[in-house]
Every structure is written in C-alpha cells, then in structure tokens.
C-alpha cells in the first residue's frame, strides 16, 4: 500500500494557532541597509506575517515590528493601494511619497533573489481615486520554475546551501522517526522530500511554489502547508516530545549502538545513558564500551580542521608503506561540509601488489597503537559477516577491506588550535574511517563513499531502473549488453549512465 495514501485518510490536525520556537528569531546580520520594511498584517494574519518576517530577516532585510517614520518599504498582501493608504491614515502616519506600498509578491521574488529585486509596475500597488474600499487582490504569481525537477537526486544539483531548512528539518525528524519505528517506506518517502527540497533554489513561501515539484506526496505537503501557515509543525512536535523519539535518538548516538539494542534498553524500561551506563547486568560489545568510553568527543561534531588534521596522520601512516597510494579524503568533507560526525578516507595504490595491499590496514594499526594514537579499531577483512554495523545499511555495503577507527587527535595537530574541550584533557577522540580498493575500482569506491547517502540511493535507482544497469561500490554492470562498463573516473560513470556530471559537492542531496 501507498504509505501516504494510507495517511492521508486520516485529517490533518489543526493545533491552536501559537507561535514556535523557531519563529522568536535570533538576531540576523542587515544586509541591506536603505530598505526598512513594515509587513501589514490586515488580510494577510499573524502567522503567515511572522513566518514572512523571520525569513526576510534572515536573508538579511531589517523588517520592523511596528510601523515608524524609518519605513521605506510596506509590504501586504490581498489590499488595494488605498486600503493601505487607509490604514496608514487610521495610524496617524502620512505615506510619503518615499514609501513604496508594495504587494508580498515583490517580497517573494526578493526571498527568492536572496536579495532586493527591482519593483515593477506589478508590484506596485496604485492608489486610484475611484479605488472604493472593494478589495483590489494584488497581483498574485506562481514563481517561475523554469526547468523541470528530477526525481532522482543524481539529477539535481544540491549544495549545502538550503534555503528550505525550515521544511527538511521538520522532513528530517520525522523520516528518523519512521527509521527508528522500522517503517522503511515512510522513512523513505520523507527522506526524498527533504531532499528534493534541498535542491531548489529558492524558499517555498506558498503552497502554489510546490506545484510540480516531485517526491512531495500528501503528507509532506500536509507538513508544508501547516508550516507556512502555523510556523510549525504538529506532527514533528510530538514525534520531537515523544519518549521513544527521544530515548532512540540518545541511545543511537551511542557509537555502536543501533536500532537493535536501542529497541532493547527502551523495552527494559532505559530512558538515560548514566542509567544504562552503570548498569551492571548489562554487556556491551567492544564497540559500545569504546562508544561511552568517548562518548562526549564522538558526539561533538569533527570540525574541517580536525579533519585535515587526521588527514595528515592518515597519509603519514599510509605513505610510510605504500608511497605511492591515492588517499582521498571522502564523505561529507568531500561535498564541502563544514563538519562531520566521522572522517572517511579512500586509499588506492596503482603500483601495489594484492598482498601489499591486504596488509596495509594491519601495518597501519600496529603503527598506531605503537605510537597510542589508537582508541578503538574493528578491522574488516571481507564484509559480508559484519553487516551489523549500526550507521551502514546494507545497502552501502562493499566488499573492501576497511577498517572503523577511533583515533586519538592531540589538539597541537590542529590547525586553529583546540576547539571547546575538557579541562586537562590534551585530546580529542575521533572516528576514521578507512577503506583500501583495489586501482581499476577506485572510481565506483569514490563515488560511493562520497555519498550523500541519498545521492548514492538514487544514483543506483537510476542506474537500475531508468538504465537497466547495475551500480554499486566496485562496478557499473550492463544487464542489457551483460558487460561491465570501466570507468576511470566519476565523470565516466555518469557519463555511461547518461547523466551529466554532478560535483562532489553538488551531491548534498
Ligand atoms: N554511505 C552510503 N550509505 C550508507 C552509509 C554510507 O552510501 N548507508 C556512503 C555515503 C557517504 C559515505 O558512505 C560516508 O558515510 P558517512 O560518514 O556515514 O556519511 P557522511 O556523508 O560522511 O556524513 P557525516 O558528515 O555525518 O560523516
Ligand atoms: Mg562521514
């Protein structure tokens, strides 16, 4: 059954009207020092106006709560020019013929602009003498889309900047939800609404900017449509007050802890990890001990620093045994993310021998545990018996040899110096993850373990259904021609899939 259609049948709730905490805005730098706006309530109401104000405000336009003398711009919506000249008089304050009286659709197609774009005709709103108070609906239009939208991640662009965090947080939260109660549909089906709205170029405002848009089906547009006019939404507000939510997202951040044991230390009544952790009948494997063993530094994110600085440490120990391999550092770093909850590396040697190869990752830990730069290690020669790796499906399983580390990074290493730590403690512990591939697959590996995990999704959704291919972390296979397609790089992988190439950091999808 189609998860949505199942709960669509159930109407969607209506909350009081209220505010959320999102919408008390914190304090948001002006770019845009000559324009002052006053967005006018009447006919357009509180929330929808509040929502509009935080968004300008955070794009960088000074938006005043009160109407006062600074003014330059007012903006409103469903009011003729002499309905607002009208209530400009009721106000006691004469419009200048300074003040631009402007419909929201000027204010939209600046959110879209990301910056003040140029009032036309249409924007204007004209005070005409036979204006009677009928209203006069301001010109109301639908932004223009103008290419068609993939459903398929592998055909968008998507970088890190979002213009439609408030809608993929709320996606985010709830497609976790789903994750953590098994339901791999809704899970899905979330996660691609998130991540189609990644894409776009603009923030939606208006239920009228989702029209075309794919991946969105009625439940995520339920959630859209609640946000815009409420500033929240119900449905993520309970999952984020729910017990279980809050219990599996604390115990799953736990490095080694996974859906599994999670499921387990709820049903045996665990709501806090200082309880689960001096809990003397439970056992832990040698991955969760190493997981609240360094618990506060596993949680706190890698920053781009830490994550050159393991960079350095990688490739000493690399090139001390195989001078000549390729080490590249993948992951979210590699699409251009500030930080990270680990650091992925991919190594490659064209002139190594297979067994040089293969002893690479143990020759690397014996070296680090000599130096005690090593906290936890789980060396993995074939994968297919260790599957249970909480963070990875397996659906991005390879056949690599790969090793998950914890590693421990002196903070003189780092190039800004530390960031916030303990006290005392010179050290921060940091996951690594290492993955050694043969030379003739180097470019599949990169591709895959350069993620994002949506983007690889979709990519090889692609590959099988609109190219009757198949594509993971070692190959491309042509069912069709019963060939396996060689690729030397990323760009020849796209381009046997007939897709144009999209950049690594294009790939936050
Ligand atoms: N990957 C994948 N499917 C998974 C897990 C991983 O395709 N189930 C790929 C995509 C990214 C890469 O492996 C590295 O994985 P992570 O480190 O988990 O992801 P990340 O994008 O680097 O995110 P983070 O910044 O949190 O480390
Ligand atoms: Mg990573």
Not at 210 to 233: F, H, N, Q, T
Not at 280 to 294: D, E, I, N, P
Not at 377 to 382: A, F, M, N, P, T
């Amino acid at each position: 059954m189609d998860p949505f259609q199942m709960a669509h049948s159930s109407p969607r709730k209506k909350r009081p009207r209220q505010m959320s905490a999102s919408m008390v805005s914190p304090p948001h730098d002006i770019k845009f020092q000559d324009l002052v706006l006053f967005i006018l309530e009447k006919k357009m109401g509180t929330t929808r106006r509040a929502f509009l104000m935080e968004l300008a405000r955070r794009k960088g336009f000074r938006v005043e709560n009160e109407l006062s003398e600074s003014v330059t711009h007012i903006v409103a919506e469903n009011n003729s020019g002499s309905e607002v000249l009208e209530w400009l008089q009721v106000q006691n304050i004469k419009a200048s013929s300074q003040l631009e009286l402007l419909d929201v659709s000027w204010l939209i197609e600046c959110m879209r602009a990301g910056k003040p774009v140029e009032m036309t005709e249409e924007h204007q709103l004209v005070v005409r003498r036979d204006d009677s108070a009928s209203p006069d609906p301001g010109p109301q239009k639908t932004p223009p889309l103008v290419k068609k939208i993939s459903p398929y991640a592998c055909q968008r662009r998507t970088t890190l900047n979002n213009c439609n965090h408030v809608f993929t947080d709320a996606f985010e939260v709830l497609a976790e939800n789903y994750e953590f109660r098994e339901n791999e549909s809704f899970y899905l089906a979330f996660m691609r609404a998130a991540s189609v709205l990644k894409s776009l170029p603009f923030t939606i405002i208006s239920m009228k900017d989702i029209e075309g848009i794919p991946c969105l089906e009625d439940k995520a547009r339920c959630v859209i449509e609640e946000i815009i006019e409420d500033g929240e939404s119900s449905e993520v507000k309970t999952v984020l007050n729910d017990e279980r939510y809050q219990s599996f997202k604390l115990f799953t951040s736990v490095f080694g802890v996974g859906l599994k044991t999670s499921e387990k230390w709820f049903r045996m009544g665990f709501r806090t990890l200082s309880k689960i952790r001096s809990d003397k009948t439970l056992k832990f494997t040698k991955m969760q001990k190493a997981g609240f063993l360094y618990y506060e530094d596993l949680v706190s994110c890698v920053t781009r620093a830490e994550a050159e600085a393991v960079g350095v440490l990688v490739k000493e120990a690399i090139w001390a045994f195989l001078p000549d391999a390729f080490i590249t550092m993948t992951g979210g770093f590699r699409r251009g993310k500030k930080i990270g909850h680990d650091v992925d590396f991919l190594i490659t040697s064209p002139g190594s021998t297979e067994e040089e190869e293969q002893e690479l990752l143990s020759k690397v830990i014996k070296l680090w545990e000599r130096k005690e730069l090593l906290l936890y290690y789980d060396l993995v020669e074939s994968t297919f018996e260790k599957a249970k790796l909480p963070s990875r499906q397996v659906d991005a399983l390879d056949h690599f040899q790969k090793c998950f580390l914890i590693l421990k990074l002196h903070h003189q290493r780092v190039e800004s110096g530390k960031s916030s730590q303990q006290e005392g403690k010179t050290w921060k512990a940091i996951r690594v993850d290492l993955v050694v591939c043969p030379y003739e697959h180097r470019a599949f590996a990169l591709l895959g373990w350069t993620g994002s995990r949506q983007f690889e999704r979709d990519i090889r959704r692609y590959a099988s259904h609109e190219r009757k291919m198949i594509l993971d972390n070692h190959n491309l296979y042509d069912k069709t021609k019963r060939i396996f397609l060689k690729a030397e790089s990323e760009e020849e992988i796209f381009a046997h899939l007939g897709l144009d190439y999209i950049e690594p950091w294009e790939r936050n999808a």
